[in-house]
């Protein structure tokens, strides 16, 4: 099935946070909602731990539910890992991919983004691939040429219907966890550069139905701001997502800019 932003795209990232029981709380609140939000995507990424837990409790609930990471093989001696069909196992429907603290903490390259991208979509993951600039490479001037290179390279071999399948999360690493939100200009920018470079790969059709996500200090505040730009289709919510009433009120903020766009 291929993906369009008909609708606001709302995942919430939990990083290393939430036990099993915390993670089941948090859903089971977020379910309760869940009839206010039927205009929006909602997406929980949980920890692995909790992953299959989540699963149960949103069984029939219209709550997707995303990974954090993955490996590239399916099975074999590489410990520590997680695979896609455990995942789908698991119960989900999504993966990031190259998320900004994987590359800085964990020696996640474009390479290895682009082998994770191909066994997602293996197995029927939708990734959701995480790019964005440094500080210091905005300060620079270098923000459009890291993107750049992050789009070519980690989306290197793949062709136009695999291309229907990937959803973008532009998150520029100053803005996350920081409380320094890209304005909506500046989110704008990188975000209508992204489309235009989809655009020249993929054809416009390819283009104009991608999700391309922001990220990096979304709170109720300024999501709507954010969301009433042009090409911006969703969050991804870092800090945010772990309450259900930030999360929540997120997502009403993202249907109520999307009506008015
Ligand atoms: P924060 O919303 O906490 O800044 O995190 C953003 C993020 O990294 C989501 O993947």
Not at 3 to 30: M, R, S
Not at 49 to 71: D, M, P, R, W
Not at 105 to 118: L, S
């Amino acid at each position: 099935m291929n993906i369009d932003n008909q609708k606001p795209f709302i995942a919430g990232n939990w990083k290393l946070h939430k036990t099993i029981p915390a993670a089941i709380e948090l859903v089971k609140a977020l379910d309760e909602a869940i009839m206010e939000l039927a205009d929006a995507e909602i997406v929980v990424i949980p920890p692995f731990t909790a992953l299959s837990e989540v699963g149960k409790t949103l069984q029939g609930s219209t709550i997707k539910i995303g990974a954090q990471n993955i490996f590239w093989e399916e099975k074999g001696a590489f410990t520590g890992e997680v695979s896609a069909p455990m995942l789908k196992d698991a119960g989900c429907q999504y993966a990031v991919i190259g998320h900004s603290e994987r590359r800085q903490f964990f020696g996640e390259t474009d390479e290895t983004v682009n082998k994770k991208i191909k066994a997602a979509l293996t197995h029927a993951l939708t990734p959701i691939v995480c790019i964005g600039e440094s500080l210091e490479e905005r300060e620079k001037g270098e923000t459009i040429d890291k993107v750049d290179s992050q789009i070519k390279a980690g989306l290197d071999g793949l062709g136009k219907e695999e291309m229907s399948e990937i959803i973008i999360a532009y998150e520029p690493i100053w803005a996350i966890g920081t409380g320094l939100t890209a304005t909506p200009a500046q989110a704008e920018e990188v975000h209508s550069f992204i489309r235009e470079k989809l655009t020249e790969k993929y054809g416009n059709e390819t283009a104009t139905c991608a999700i391309i996500l922001y990220g990096g200090s979304v709170k109720p505040d300024n999501t709507y701001s954010l969301l009433k730009e042009q090409n911006i289709n969703g969050a991804l919510v870092g800090g945010a997502s772990l309450e259900a009433d930030s999360f929540i009120q997120i997502a009403k903020e993202s249907i109520k800019a999307y009506k008015e766009k």
